[in-house]
């Protein structure tokens, strides 16, 4: 399934250029191009402003994969309307929103995010909620899309500071991703991790840092983060139950950031 009618990027040169300099100006055009892995969550839109801060053309991609907050991916639309209206430079480099149905990601997992079942720690000392292989099937589509769309950059949420412990979200994990993913593609894909080495609280700061106070109420408002799905409650950190643990990061991270401002104003 795909929200967006996409092709391929052109491969046609000026008439009259060589071969050198057609692959050069491909080439050149790819460096500029950024493909952003985006839910609809905290993480994702924080990792959309960053993109849209860097690079000249940007695409998003969302995964359906039967998650019970589905609800995230309804929040995205608003989102990018929003970064739009925060900065026109923004709104000129953001194009094509794709969504992929990975429906089979679902099918295989016996996990409290695709079943309605209680969040409880493993025995393995992981969550429920985690999906084996999620991140690394995530990236693997978006290399493949972002091959077909001309887009070298690959940006992702990902996380080992601040996070459920989930081991699809470590540097190492990325890292060993990105040259795998090169070496089967045959091409020079960077995976970009803005969020790797803070926390949540640092999370808002880079938003505030890029887009001022609007982008963060922007994301404050519109994203998405409760495992359950629950938008009927606007608490002061977002939307959400309060109780998983995806809500409970989020609340302590907002307290956070909420006193480092408070520390940061008295010191003025």
Same mark, same amino acid.
């Given at each position: 399934?795909?929200?967006?009618?996409?092709?391929?990027?052109?491969?046609?040169?000026?008439?009259?250029?060589?071969?050198?300099? @057609?692959?050069?100006?491909?080439?050149?055009?790819?460096?500029?191009?950024?493909?952003?892995?985006?839910?609809?969550?905290?993480?994702?839109?924080?990792?959309?402003?960053?993109?849209?801060?860097?690079?000249?053309?940007?695409?998003?991609?969302? #995964?359906?994969?039967?998650?019970?907050?589905?609800? $995230?991916?309804?929040?995205?639309?608003?989102?990018?309307?929003?970064?739009? @209206?925060?900065?026109?430079?923004?709104?000129?480099?953001?194009?094509?929103?794709?969504?992929?149905?990975?429906?089979?990601?679902?099918?295989?997992?016996?996990?409290?995010?695709?079943?309605? @079942?209680?969040?409880?720690?493993?025995?393995?000392?992981?969550?429920?909620? #985690?999906?084996?292989?999620?991140?690394?099937?995530?990236?693997?589509?978006?290399?493949?899309?972002?091959?077909?769309?001309?887009?070298?950059?690959?940006?992702?949420?990902?996380? $080992?500071?601040?996070?459920?412990?989930?081991?699809?979200?470590?540097?190492?994990?990325?890292?060993?991703?990105?040259? @795998?993913?090169?070496?089967?593609?045959?091409?020079? #894909?960077?995976?970009?991790?803005?969020?790797?080495?803070?926390?949540?609280?640092?999370?808002?700061?880079?938003?505030?840092?890029?887009?001022?106070?609007?982008?963060?109420?922007?994301?404050?408002?519109?994203?998405?983060?409760?495992?359950?799905?629950?938008?009927?409650?606007?608490?002061?950190?977002?939307?959400?139950?309060?109780?998983?643990?995806?809500?409970?990061?989020?609340?302590?991270?907002?307290?956070?950031?909420?006193?480092?401002?408070?520390?940061?104003?008295?010191?003025?």
């Amino acid at each position: 399934m795909t929200r967006a009618t996409t092709t391929g990027a052109s491969t046609k040169g000026t008439t009259g250029a060589s071969p050198a300099a @057609t692959g050069g100006a491909h080439e050149a055009a790819r460096n500029k191009g950024a493909l952003v892995v985006f839910s609809g969550g905290q993480d994702s839109a924080t990792c959309l402003a960053w993109a849209l801060d860097r690079f000249e053309r940007v695409e998003t991609l969302g #995964f359906d994969y039967g998650q019970r907050h589905v609800v $995230e991916l309804a929040c995205r639309d608003a989102l990018r309307d929003g970064m739009g @209206t925060i900065d026109p430079v923004w709104k000129a480099r953001l194009e094509e929103d794709h969504t992929l149905s990975l429906d089979a990601l679902g099918a295989v997992s016996d996990t409290a995010l695709t079943r309605e @079942t209680e969040i409880t720690m493993s025995e393995s000392g992981l969550p429920s909620t #985690f999906v084996p292989g999620r991140n690394l099937i995530f990236l693997t589509f978006a290399a493949a899309l972002a091959y077909r769309r001309g887009l070298r950059h690959i940006v992702t949420g990902v996380c $080992e500071t601040d996070y459920s412990g989930y081991p699809d979200c470590r540097d190492d994990t990325i890292k060993s991703l990105q040259a @795998t993913l090169n070496l089967g593609m045959e091409t020079r #894909f960077v995976l970009h991790t803005p969020l790797m080495w803070i926390d949540k609280a640092r999370t808002w700061e880079l938003a505030r840092s890029l887009g001022g106070e609007a982008l963060v109420d922007l994301i404050n408002r519109d994203s998405h983060s409760c495992y359950l799905g629950q938008r009927g409650e606007l608490h002061p950190w977002g939307y959400g139950c309060g109780e998983c643990p995806a809500c409970k990061l989020r609340r302590a991270g907002w307290e956070q950031y909420q006193t480092l401002r408070a520390e940061s104003a008295g010191n003025v």
